[in-house]
């Protein structure tokens, strides 16, 4: 696992309570469904499918009201876990590899204090520093408001999530193509494209038989994709797509 920008206190958690679900809650109480569907955090599902219009606005007030306050208690971490969902023995269980970036001191929704406590949590888990600065997420956030990409450095990571990688496949036994990991991160990524990713083939595993019995090509797509058919052939093998 290799992580960044993990959500921790009480003003963080506050905010994802307040972006998935509180707002919601809050709308419906005051407006009923009518109100919710109106929402600009809704539009997006409501114009993809219209249909999804039709079924919110059958759903009883009162008991949409308790779902989303059912989903805001789930953003309450237990005693002695940093954050929500996991308690300390399940940090504690983790075998995998794991390395965490540690968070900005000036970002109040992700902060340091959380990145830190769940790298303590697991025992063989790495600390690093992220490719960017302290107000990252302050920047991002500005510039989300002006329309901007909130993940438009995420590019930046991927030297070191391919040296994570490569590391984690040496220790596993597993394959890792070899593959310059500056070759896609660009140096200007206002302009470059920055689609590339990075695709483990056990994912694929059923690729074929999907698509033959679709009444596709495979070989056909996968060549469109720019992907060796071959590769295929080792499971544990990664891939450079895009």
């Not at 920055?194 to 797509?221: E, H, N």
Request: hydrophobic share 45%; with cysteine.
């Amino acid at each position: 696992m290799f992580l960044w920008w993990i959500t921790g206190g009480a003003i963080g958690l506050a905010a994802l309570v307040g972006v998935y679900c509180g707002d919601a809650a809050l709308t419906a109480a005051a407006g009923g469904m009518e109100a919710v569907a109106a929402m600009p955090t809704w539009r997006e599902q409501l114009e993809r499918n219209p249909g999804n219009r039709a079924r919110l606005l059958e759903q009883d007030s009162a008991a949409f009201i308790d779902t989303m306050s059912r989903w805001a208690d789930a953003f309450t971490p237990i005693p002695g876990s940093p954050v929500p969902g996991l308690t300390s023995a399940d940090f504690a269980a983790l075998s995998v590899p794991v390395v965490i970036l540690r968070s900005g001191a000036s970002d109040l929704h992700h902060l340091r204090k959380t990145s830190e406590q769940v790298h303590a949590l697991i025992p063989h888990s790495i600390l690093d520093e992220p490719p960017w600065g302290d107000r990252e997420w302050i920047d991002r956030m500005a510039a989300a408001r002006r329309g901007e990409g909130l993940f438009a450095n995420w590019p930046k990571l991927a030297p070191q999530i391919l040296k994570f990688a490569r590391s984690a496949a040496s220790v596993r036994g597993t394959e890792l193509i070899d593959i310059d990991p500056f070759e896609i991160v660009p140096t200007d990524t206002t302009t470059a494209d920055t689609s590339a990713s990075v695709v483990r083939i056990d994912a694929l595993r059923k690729f074929r038989q999907v698509v033959d019995g679709l009444g596709g090509d495979p070989d056909a797509l996968l060549a469109k994709s720019q992907i060796d058919s071959a590769v295929l052939e080792n499971r544990n093998a990664w891939y450079l797509i895009g």
